[in-house]
């Protein structure tokens, strides 16, 4: 058995050493290039952007051309004062009316200049979103590459103690064979390396899911032929103050909530402009011709260029746009409760997160007061179970002890970590989630 697990371990580790190495900076890297929710963020900026444009706000006239071929066969029956009479059954009749028209409205009440605005606040909006996604994705990278990097940490514990369990199972082993040892005592040191050893599978089987939704956030599902770096960065030092500055000034979240005020502003604006009358301007060339087997006329045509100027004034909607401006009033008041609230919230939760921190902080250093040498602490309790210092119950209890110990002791840093992390989120700009 104990060659079994060693090859396992060996096996494990060529397996782990074959793969590919992410640092932490690589892992963010391909987050922000391939996470899908970060693409389709992207996306949703380049169609803000190809909507803002002078065409989309008014400003630009349009240019149309149309052209209608007419064929008619109708029974005419013409009498005139003079006493003529025209009656022909089945008479064939043709036209062709074409036309080339500009129109230009040069004055539409300000609705343009208010569109235009609308139009760049929907691009800056989108641009946040953008920038919020990124943070989220980038907060979802670091938790799960921080937790597994946790996790690697335990793993040797983990390893360690089935190591510790093998020597004492085989140790146990030759003393029943000689007579030193009863059966209880060989089955019970079986069971215990048993244990151990499914709690270390149990363990890899989290490290594999764990890898894999960190995959999953990198845009790379399935991709589980990686590990990441043991590089361990310094954990910074927090300001309360400026958190909370930073928060209320740059928070996504906030900023999308203001951006939603700005572009209800923008969509009264273009409302009131309805008020107003409308001015436009108008340039056209056409072409007539028709024939007819009946009538006043054999054929005509006539083709030539005009112009115009045109005029146009709802007076009255049936109170439609007033009542759409009614509205648009008690949504920009929605809009600025939801900012009050969004604050509000920011604070509590900043003071919440800020709580977590220190206590957090606290945990950390108490856990790392005494650092737990593990291979030292187990190879301590290992020559005092040989040299019958400690039975096997004891060494049983002071191998849980010591991985509860590592356990906490990582556990704590972990858990400033992410402190850290949660803190960062507040601030509204990703790049401080990057160490």
């Known amino acids: ?33 391939k996470n899908f929710d970060v693409l389709i963020q992207r996306n949703n900026v380049q169609i ?20 209608d071929q007419n064929w008619t066969t109708t029974n005419t029956r013409q009498e005139f004062y003079s006493g003529q009479v025209n009656e022909k ?107 151990d050893s499914s709690n270390y599978l149990n363990h890899l089987n989290q490290i594999g899911k764990m890898k894999a939704d960190l995959a999953m956030v990198m845009g790379e599902a399935g991709n589980m032929q990686f590990e990441i770096d043991d590089n361990i960065p310094a954990i910074p030092a927090l300001s309360q103050a400026t958190i909370l500055e930073n928060a209320l000034s740059q928070n996504t979240s906030l900023l999308v909530q203001k951006s939603q005020i700005a572009i209800i502003d923008q969509q009264r604006k273009e409302l009131q402009s309805r008020y107003y009358p409308q001015l436009s301007f108008y340039a056209q060339y056409s072409a007539t011709v028709s024939k007819s087997e009946v009538g006043l006329l054999a054929s005509n045509r006539s083709l030539g260029p005009g112009i115009g ?12 746009n007033v009542t759409a401006v009614k509205n648009n009033k008690l949504q920009k008041e929605n809009a600025e409760f939801a900012v009050e609230k969004q604050e509000q919230s920011i604070k509590t939760e900043v003071d919440k997160a800020w709580q977590d921190y220190i206590f957090s902080e606290r945990m950390y250093r108490l856990e790392n007061s005494s650092i737990v040498n593990t291979t030292e602490m187990f190879e301590i309790a290992q020559k005092s179970f040989e040299n019958g210092s400690l039975t096997q119950f004891e060494l049983r209890e002071i191998q849980f002890s010591i991985i509860q110990a590592k356990n906490r002791q990582l556990t704590s840093e972990f858990n400033l970590r992410t402190a850290v992390l949660n803190l960062s989120l507040f601030t509204g700009d990703y790049k401080k989630l990057i160490p």
């Open 309 to 320: 100027l045109t005029l146009s004034w709802t007076i009255l909607d049936g109170l439609s």
């Open 1 to 33: 058995m104990k060659n079994s697990i060693l090859v396992f371990l060996i096996f494990f580790s060529i397996k782990a050493f074959s793969q590919q190495v992410l640092s932490f900076e690589e892992v963010i890297k391909r987050t922000l290039e």
């Open 89 to 195: 059954n089945g008479a064939n009749n043709n036209s062709l009316t074409a036309a080339a028209r500009l129109n230009w409205t040069f004055f539409d009440g300000f609705a343009m200049f208010a569109r235009d605005k609308r139009l760049q606040l929907e691009e800056d909006l989108a641009t946040v979103n953008l920038t919020a996604q990124m943070e989220m994705s980038i907060y979802q990278a670091s938790v799960l590459y921080y937790s597994l990097q946790y996790y690697k940490r335990m793993q040797v514990v983990y390893e360690e103690a089935i190591q510790l369990s093998k020597e004492r199972f085989d140790l146990i082993s030759l003393r029943s064979k000689n007579g030193a040892a009863s059966d209880l005592e060989l089955l019970q040191a079986k069971l215990d390396l048993n244990t």
């Open 48 to 67: 803000a952007d190809n909507s803002n444009n002078i065409g989309a706000a008014g400003y630009l006239p349009t240019i149309g051309v149309n052209a």
